[in-house]
């Protein structure tokens, strides 16, 4: 079955750390960009962060930049998204996705116009409040 899985969502206090993971599953990451996306009540989905299948490039939103840190464990197939420095607006369901038309990541982490994004994980919950 082809999918991921997000994990390690939680409650944190402001200017604190989480840490998120993706597992994928029936793919190598080498395949597909992976992306993480975040959406909060009441706003639209938003790109936090790309990294590069093949060649491992980065790329991040402008809230996030200097703050989340993306990176990829190939033997484990899992990306994680280190978040430090965290601020109640960060408040959000954070997911991750493969861009199925690139490998690479370049631009705004997120955009739509030729990227087309599939095997959805379920989201966690991430939650910054004092």
């Known amino acids: 079955q082809v999918q991921l899985v997000e994990s390690g969502g939680g409650l944190a206090q402001p200017g604190g750390s989480l840490t998120l993971s993706c597992a994928a599953s029936?793919?190598?990451?080498?395949?597909?960009?992976i992306v993480w996306f975040r959406q909060a009540p009441g706003k639209e989905r938003e790109g936090v962060s790309c990294?590069?299948?093949?060649?491992?490039?980065?790329t991040y939103a402008d809230s996030v930049k200097g703050r989340f840190t993306v990176s990829k464990d190939n033997a484990e197939n899992t990306v994680s998204l280190q978040m430090n420095s965290l601020k109640p607006e960060d408040t959000a369901v954070y997911y991750c996705?493969?861009?199925?038309?690139?490998?690479?990541?370049?631009?705004?982490?997120?955009?739509?116009?030729?990227?087309?994004?599939?095997?959805w994980g379920q989201g966690t919950q991430v939650t910054v409040s004092s």
């Open positions: 996705a493969a861009d199925l038309e690139k490998s690479r990541c370049t631009g705004v982490p997120g955009e739509t116009r030729g990227h087309t994004y599939g095997y």
């Open positions: 990294i590069g299948g093949r060649d491992g490039s980065t």
């Open positions: 029936g793919f190598f990451l080498d395949y597909y960009a």
